[in-house]
C-alpha cells in the first residue's frame, strides 16, 4: 500500500487550504484513513481520521478548524483546513490503518506566514 499526499505549500494567516491523499494497493477492510501533523521539534500529532463507513473522529486537542472527509471509492481521504494560524506550519502526514497494519504517506508541508 502507496500513500501520496498533495496539497500543502505557503498561506497567509486566516486562509483556508486542503490537503488530499490517495492510497493506491491492496487496502483491506476495515480501515480508516487520517491525518497527522509534525511542527518543527514536535512530535508527531493526530488531527483526526475517518473510518470506510464514515465515521470520523478528531483528537481533543483540534479545533473544529480542521475537517477529515473521504471519497472511500477513490481511496481518497481529505483535509480542509480554515483559519490558519503560523502555529499551523507543520508537516502533514495522511496513514491508513487497517486491522494489522497501518502505511504513511510521505508528508506535505504547510506554510502559514505573511
Known amino acids: 500500500v502507496q500513500l501520496q499526499a498533495s496539497g500543502g505549500g505557503l498561506v497567509q494567516p486566516g486562509e483556508s487550504l486542503s490537503l488530499s491523499c490517495v492510497a493506491s494497493g491492496s487496502i483491506s477492510s476495515p480501515n480508516s484513513m487520517g491525518w497527522y501533523r509534525q511542527a518543527p521539534g514536535e512530535e508527531r500529532d493526530l488531527i483526526g481520521f475517518?473510518?470506510?463507513?464514515?465515521?470520523?473522529n478528531y483528537a481533543d486537542s483540534m479545533e473544529d478548524r480542521f475537517t477529515i472527509s473521504r471519497d472511500s471509492a477513490k481511496n481518497t481521504v481529505f483535509l480542509r483546513m480554515d483559519r490558519l494560524k503560523p502555529d499551523d506550519t507543520a508537516l502533514y502526514y495522511c496513514n491508513l490503518r487497517e486491522q494489522i497494519s497501518h502505511y504513511w504517506g510521505q508528508g506535505t508541508l504547510v506554510t502559514v506566514s505573511s
Open positions: 475517518v473510518t470506510d463507513k464514515g465515521v470520523t
